[in-house]
């Protein structure tokens, strides 16, 4: 598909894969949207990108998703791409955190990552199926595929993802073919949330995701595997055990 000229609404949007996301999308002629939860992270955005619009909202609040999706068509004079970036990662321990800790990571992570994503996809559905052309991204990992140890909830909400996305891609084939489906598998990427995490000659930056991501986009590649993570999924298909032991204590 053509990715120049559309409105775009980019979750997670003021820094990180988001803010690199929205820059790409304005430099290809869009109007684009971005929401965040942190107001001074979305005056840095909007000062750093002339002519974005942000919006402020948390992904794992119910009210929060439909203003969103209402405030952004209306504010883009209507909608042709949702980006489903937002997404949080806890280091959960369940044989020796306490379970009130445990439990309200669980329950941020299943809304932030999964819920909040099917939730806001549902909103903005409507206003996808009048563009002529239109894309949901759902931006998930290659921890989608194969799982480590330390973040459980992690990487179940992002094979959530990436079941959820090739279920919708089957539904949008037959019921609103306009509206395309992609799903992104990023190896471990220099953000904030990976600070500190992981050694920093494996990651790669947010431009590099989003660089694979328009290529795939434009080849209509509806599952792109970035990096490392195209390495990992044939492993994973031939020889499953290596490609565990890998992830395991990443």
């Known amino acids: 598909m053509d990715i120049e000229g559309h409105k775009v609404l980019i979750t997670g949007g003021s820094a990180g894969i988001g803010i690199a996301y929205a820059r ?8 684009v949207a971005i929401c965040g939860r942190d107001p001074a992270r979305l005056t840095r955005a909007e000062d750093a990108l002339p002519g974005v619009i942000t919006i ?8 929060d998703l439909e203003r969103l999706a209402a405030g952004a068509e209306e504010r883009l004079d209507g909608l042709s791409i949702l ?22 990571e669980v329950e941020q992570e299943i809304a932030v990552n999964f819920t909040g994503l099917v939730k806001l996809t549902t909103h903005c ?24 140890a330390s973040a459980p909830i992690y990487c179940a909400t992002k094979a959530a993802v990436h079941s959820f996305s090739k279920a919708l891609r089957y539904q949008c084939e037959d019921a ?17 949330m990976t600070s500190g995490r992981g050694r920093p000659r494996d990651k790669i930056t947010p431009e590099q995701v989003v660089a694979e991501t328009l290529a795939g986009m434009r080849r209509d ?30």
């Not at 790409?24 to 109007?31: H, N, P, V």
């Not at 937002?86 to 280091?91: H, K, N, S």
Request: proline residues 8%; hydrophobic residues 45%.
């Open 24 to 31: 790409a999308f304005l430099a290809a002629g869009c109007r």
């Open 56 to 63: 402020q909202a948390d992904v794992a609040e119910d009210e």
């Open 83 to 104: 980006i489903n970036n937002a997404g949080i990662q806890y280091r959960n321990a369940f044989p020796t955190d306490p379970a009130d800790k445990l439990l309200t």
């Open 125 to 148: 559905l409507p206003a996808l199926k009048k563009a002529p052309q239109a894309a949901i991204v759902n931006i998930s990992s290659g921890l989608a595929l194969v799982p480590k």
């Open 176 to 192: 609103c073919p306009s509206v395309r489906v992609f799903e992104v598998l990023p190896p471990m990427v220099e953000t904030a």
């Open 221 to 250: 590649r509806h599952e792109i595997n970035v990096g490392k993570t195209s390495l990992l999924y044939w492993v994973n298909r031939i020889v499953p055990r290596v490609a565990e032991k890998i992830l395991r204590n990443v």
